[in-house]
């Protein structure tokens, strides 16, 4: 009787090269690099047997034609069919699947356009109102003049407090920015911009310049009312 012929195992993901390696490939070259095999050998894990992990999710792709939407129907029973998935290799794949659909289902809430100083005044009034102390707040904004996000940056004293270019720079390019709006407020009551506002206000108008960013408009706030840089023509 003859040996059946020797097989040389298949190295395991641990030994493929960085870029080859699902996890790793998500975290140097983003998620879109990454084939639909790849994203779910993350979900499996781990390889059974002489298969990898992205063995079992080219298996788990075949046995749905490819169809996403297919394997998104299939039970924990069916998918355990497959050799080498076990109960909580099919849990992980039902519930990202799930995920999926249920943000596929999200209504995204619109965004707030700024067509004015008054709306940014009514969208900050609440962060200002009352306080003994200065804080710094910055509204961040799309190429629409949609808010995207609105920071606190800092929180100071009774007659000043300091602001972090480098950290205002560096949320504005997180989220995507194209333009920002500053305040701050006084709680003196003085409504007008001091000298340190000024200057403050046209480093960060040009710096922005020269990451082809816009300073929309830097506001004052009082619990009496607000100063808007723009509506007095100071950018």
């Known amino acids: 009787m003859k040996n059946p012929p020797y097989q040389i195992p298949k190295p395991s993901i641990k030994m ?8 790793e490939k998500l975290l140097l070259k983003g998620k879109a690099s990454l084939s639909d095999a790849e994203l779910l050998a993350i979900l499996i894990g781990t390889g059974y047997r002489n298969k990898s992990a ?4 080219q298996d788990v792709l075949d046995h749905g034609q490819n169809d996403w939407h297919k394997i998104s129907k299939m039970s924990a029973i069916e998918l355990m ?5 076990g109960p909580a290799k099919a849990i992980n794949i039902i519930s ?3 995920i999926g659909n249920r ?3 999200t209504v995204i809430p619109a965004k707030t356009k700024v067509r004015s100083s008054k709306m940014i005044y009514d969208h900050l009034k609440q962060h200002f109102s009352g306080l003994p102390h200065e804080e710094f707040y910055v509204v961040y904004l799309n190429f629409a003049n949609e808010i995207i996000e609105t920071k606190q940056l800092s929180i100071g004293g009774m007659t000043s407090t300091v602001v972090d270019g480098k950290l205002l ?12 709006i500053l305040s701050h407020n006084h709680p003196s009551g003085h409504i ?5 506002d000024r200057k403050l206000t046209n480093k960060m108008r040009d710096f922005a310049k020269l990451i ?3 300073l929309i408009d830097h506001l004052i706030f009082t619990d009496n009312g607000y100063f808007s840089f723009a509506d007095e023509g100071l950018l």
């Open 54 to 57: 992205l063995d079992l999710a």
């Open 103 to 105: 943000k596929a289902a």
């Open 192 to 196: 007008g911009p001091s000298e340190a």
């Open 81 to 85: 069919k497959i050799k080498g998935l």
């Open 16 to 23: 493929w090269a960085e870029d080859d390696r699902p996890r």
């Open 96 to 98: 990202a699947l799930e």
């Open 169 to 180: 720079f560096h949320y504005a390019l997180a989220c995507q920015a194209t333009g920002f």
């Open 212 to 214: 082809d960013m816009q």
